[in-house]
């Protein structure tokens, strides 16, 4: 940087001991300035076209300009020289290896009247720094919400051990009008913690601002791009849900964002700096600390100004802020699935298996789920909407998804076998029922009554009625045995004053019957 003038009275009096011929070590001894300053002045007086006499007659402020004239123009010529290699030292310093103090040796030694080091430094960085020109961005009240997360992370501790046991990542919001902020603790930078922490944000403000402004993160953008980045589906619902529009900050921009950017060191100095040597065992025991010093940081006074964060919102800001829905935000996902030939689609996440209407079987569908409900569509209509189940392989289904030969099989239950064994006779009611009570399992009973409706049907009533007598007489109360009577025409027979009802088993029965030859017949053979 240039040198500080001296006043024009001292420079005055170097004129005047200059005149009476004083010489400029001594000069310099009785004004008390470096013998340089001295030659300067004495260099600069003898260049200007008036005699001594003269510019002693003239006041304070004459003389000045004309100094100044002749310092302008000496500078000017000197940093013109500097001028011209300007974009070549801007260019050499963001090289590998180059320094300030390399491009000044370069420098003098084609300049050797040229600027002292300060002063090379000086002026680089000053041409620099006119490049970067900042914009005041005027916020209004209600339009933008700023979002991002802290660089550092909160150590939760093990409540047994007292060691660190998880780090926990810091959300951070403010407004733009109000700078009215929001701090919480969350597990992760994930989408779902993401979402969850805007969510309650929104409900701590009480209403939604025009936009949301957040960081990069791979929660808010899937894919970076100066006009027009690829935003998370999920945050794009959220935006959507509460009326609101969602503007990613530019990557690698931070100034798009400086406000928050700038509550991330505020936030570190008010609530991180006096909690810093507290330890905490659980997330809500760390959110409760952290929202007791987020009072605090949005009660304090802004500097030389007599508001606070809270007082500006309160006045300006939250009235004008979107009111939010009465029912809160659920992250939806989204699968295209395939429905299987049993009319279901099989949701991977939980092991699921949902009903879709059976004439979709083989086609692609999409399911959109929350956490409470499955909603399945077909070419943009809704076909099929079911509470969410997690329980792993089993089936949420509505009768009217299935063919009918499907609703026969999932209505089956005691009482409807019971119900139909009513309309067939006594002795296969009393049947149906010793099958429910000697199994133990009531899908094995399920099979041997499909077994016995199935016999039923191939015999006329009487038949099948004498058959189930037999069984119930001999106490063989399933499907193989009432099927050996039926098959072997042994319906016919009176089993009512069997002697001996061992000798009336379905194999005895076989032998007698006339039209088997037995063994005798080959013995005579």
Same mark, same amino acid.
């Given at each position: 940087?240039?040198?500080?003038?001296?006043?024009?009275?001292?420079?005055?009096?170097?004129?005047? !001991? /200059?005149?009476?011929?004083? $010489? &400029?070590?001594?000069?310099?001894?009785?004004?008390?300035?470096?013998?340089?300053?001295? @030659? %300067?002045?004495?260099?600069?007086?003898?260049?200007?076209?008036?005699?001594?006499?003269?510019?002693?007659?003239?006041?304070?402020?004459?003389?000045?300009?004309?100094?100044?004239?002749?310092?302008?123009?000496?500078?000017?010529?000197?940093?013109?020289?500097?001028?011209?290699?300007?974009?070549?030292?801007?260019?050499?310093?963001?090289?590998?290896?180059?320094?300030?103090?390399?491009?000044?040796?370069?420098?003098?030694?084609?300049?050797?009247?040229?600027?002292?080091?300060?002063?090379?430094?000086?002026?680089?960085?000053?041409?620099?720094?006119?490049?970067?020109?900042?914009?005041?961005?005027?916020?209004?009240?209600?339009?933008? !919400? /700023?979002?991002?997360?802290? $660089? &550092?992370?909160?150590?939760?501790?093990?409540?047994?051990?007292?060691?660190?046991?998880? @780090? %926990?990542?810091?959300?951070?919001?403010?407004?733009?009008?109000?700078?009215?902020?929001?701090?919480?603790?969350?597990?992760?930078?994930?989408?779902?913690?993401?979402?969850?922490?805007?969510?309650?944000?929104?409900?701590?403000?009480?209403?939604?601002?025009?936009?949301?402004?957040?960081?990069?993160?791979?929660?808010?953008?899937?894919?970076?791009?100066?006009?027009?980045?690829?935003?998370?589906?999920?945050?794009?619902?959220?935006?959507?849900?509460?009326?609101?529009?969602?503007?990613?900050?530019?990557?690698?921009?931070?100034?798009?964002?400086?406000?928050?950017?700038?509550?991330?060191?505020?936030?570190?100095?008010?609530?991180?700096?006096?909690?810093?040597?507290?330890?905490?065992?659980?997330?809500?025991?760390?959110?409760?600390?952290?929202?007791?010093?987020?009072?605090?940081?949005?009660?304090?006074?802004?500097?030389?100004?007599?508001?606070?964060?809270?007082?500006?919102?309160?006045?300006?800001?939250?009235?004008?802020?979107?009111?939010?829905?009465?029912?809160?935000?659920?992250?939806?996902?989204?699968?295209?699935?395939?429905?299987?030939?049993?009319?279901?689609?099989?949701?991977?996440?939980?092991?699921?298996?949902?009903?879709?209407?059976?004439?979709?079987?083989?086609?692609?569908?999409?399911?959109?789920?929350?956490?409470?409900?499955?909603?399945?569509?077909?070419?943009?209509?809704q076909i099929a909407m079911h509470q969410r189940n997690r329980k792993p392989h089993y089936y949420t289904t509505r009768k009217e998804h299935l063919p009918s030969h499907f609703n026969d099989y999932k209505d089956r239950s005691p009482e409807y076998y019971t119900k139909?064994?009513?309309?067939?006779?006594?002795?296969?009611?009393?049947?149906?029922?010793?099958?429910?009570?000697?199994?133990?399992?009531?899908?094995?009973?399920?099979?041997?009554?499909?077994?016995?409706?199935?016999?039923?049907?191939?015999?006329?009533?009487?038949?099948?009625?004498?058959?189930?007598?037999?069984?119930?007489?001999?106490?063989?109360?399933?499907?193989?045995?009432?099927?050996?009577?039926?098959?072997?025409?042994?319906?016919?027979?009176?089993?009512?004053?069997?002697?001996?009802?061992?000798?009336?088993?379905?194999?005895?029965?076989?032998?007698?019957?006339?039209?088997?030859?037995?063994?005798?017949?080959?013995?005579?053979?």
């Amino acid at each position: 940087m240039a040198a500080k003038r001296i006043n024009m009275s001292k420079i005055k009096q170097v004129l005047l !001991l /200059y005149r009476e011929k004083k $010489g &400029k070590r001594e000069i310099a001894r009785i004004i008390g300035i470096s013998k340089n300053t001295v @030659k %300067k002045y004495i260099d600069i007086v003898s260049s200007l076209e008036y005699s001594l006499p003269e510019l002693l007659s003239k006041d304070e402020e004459e003389l000045a300009r004309l100094i100044s004239l002749n310092d302008k123009k000496e500078e000017s010529n000197r940093y013109k020289n500097f001028e011209e290699n300007l974009d070549y030292y801007k260019k050499e310093l963001g090289r590998h290896c180059v320094s300030r103090k390399l491009l000044w040796l370069e420098y003098r030694k084609s300049e050797p009247e040229g600027y002292e080091y300060a002063q090379f430094c000086h002026h680089l960085r000053q041409s620099i720094k006119s490049g970067k020109v900042s914009m005041i961005i005027n916020h209004n009240p209600g339009e933008q !919400l /700023y979002v991002d997360f802290a $660089g &550092k992370t909160w150590p939760v501790h093990d409540q047994q051990f007292g060691v660190k046991s998880s @780090k %926990k990542q810091l959300f951070i919001a403010n407004l733009g009008y109000s700078q009215y902020g929001y701090v919480e603790a969350v597990d992760s930078q994930k989408v779902e913690d993401f979402i969850a922490a805007l969510r309650r944000c929104l409900e701590y403000f009480g209403g939604a601002p025009k936009s949301i402004i957040p960081d990069n993160l791979k929660s808010a953008v899937i894919k970076t791009d100066r006009y027009e980045p690829t935003l998370n589906r999920v945050l794009e619902d959220f935006g959507n849900h509460y009326s609101t529009t969602i503007i990613p900050a530019r990557s690698a921009k931070p100034k798009d964002k400086a406000l928050v950017e700038n509550m991330v060191k505020h936030v570190y100095w008010s609530i991180w700096g006096p909690l810093r040597n507290h330890k905490f065992y659980t997330l809500p025991e760390l959110n409760e600390s952290i929202r007791e010093g987020l009072e605090g940081y949005n009660n304090e006074k802004f500097q030389r100004r007599k508001e606070s964060r809270q007082s500006l919102f309160d006045v300006d800001e939250k009235h004008l802020l979107i009111p939010l829905p009465s029912n809160k935000f659920e992250l939806k996902k989204y699968r295209r699935l395939q429905v299987q030939k049993n009319s279901h689609v099989y949701l991977s996440e939980d092991q699921h298996y949902y009903s879709v209407p059976h004439v979709l079987m083989g086609k692609k569908v999409k399911v959109i789920y929350t956490n409470s409900l499955v909603t399945i569509y077909f070419n943009y209509a809704q076909i099929a909407m079911h509470q969410r189940n997690r329980k792993p392989h089993y089936y949420t289904t509505r009768k009217e998804h299935l063919p009918s030969h499907f609703n026969d099989y999932k209505d089956r239950s005691p009482e409807y076998y019971t119900k139909w064994a009513a309309t067939q006779s006594v002795a296969t009611q009393k049947i149906i029922d010793k099958i429910f009570t000697n199994r133990h399992h009531p899908e094995q009973a399920y099979r041997t009554c499909d077994g016995i409706k199935h016999l039923a049907k191939k015999v006329d009533k009487l038949t099948f009625a004498k058959a189930c007598q037999i069984a119930i007489a001999y106490q063989c109360y399933s499907y193989t045995f009432i099927k050996t009577l039926i098959d072997n025409s042994m319906t016919d027979q009176d089993f009512s004053q069997a002697d001996d009802p061992d000798k009336y088993t379905p194999t005895n029965i076989a032998q007698n019957h006339e039209n088997i030859r037995g063994s005798k017949y080959y013995k005579t053979k």
